[in-house]
């Protein structure tokens, strides 16, 4: 069974950068689909990113898309989602998922980290 382990997060102001890593522990990330998710106070958990076990393939949702690079580093069996430009609405915790098939879906996934804190300020 796979543990996942979110860091990175944190306060940065509207047009700055983060970059969230993921590390995985009792699995190893080449051999799932990996995703992010997030999820702002008194709203669902929603679809961010994902890579493809392959690594070939890679998906946003709209508005992250040309802000947020999901990528992945085998070696050190962490997957990572750098955000560039954010905006006051990227605020949320921000979850790492690991499952067998890629899929925006929360449902689709069998394993979740404990979330990472983004709060972007105006």
């Known amino acids: 069974q796979v543990q996942l382990v979110e860091s990175g997060g944190g306060l940065v102001q509207a047009g700055g950068s983060l970059r969230l890593s993921c590390a995985a522990s009792?699995?190893?990330?080449?051999?799932?689909?990996m995703g992010w998710f997030r999820q702002a106070p008194g709203k669902e958990r929603e679809f961010v990113s994902l890579?493809?076990?392959?690594?070939?393939?890679?998906d946003y949702t709209d508005s992250v898309k040309g802000r947020f690079t999901i990528s992945r580093d085998s070696a050190k069996n962490t997957v990572y989602l750098k955000m560039n430009s954010l905006k006051p609405e990227d605020t949320a915790v921000y979850y790492c998922a690991a499952g067998r098939i890629i899929a925006t879906s929360r449902g689709a996934y069998d394993y979740w980290g404990q979330g990472t804190q983004v709060t972007v300020s105006s």
């Open positions: 009792g699995g190893t990330v080449s051999t799932y689909a």
């Open positions: 890579i493809s076990r392959s690594g070939l393939t890679t």
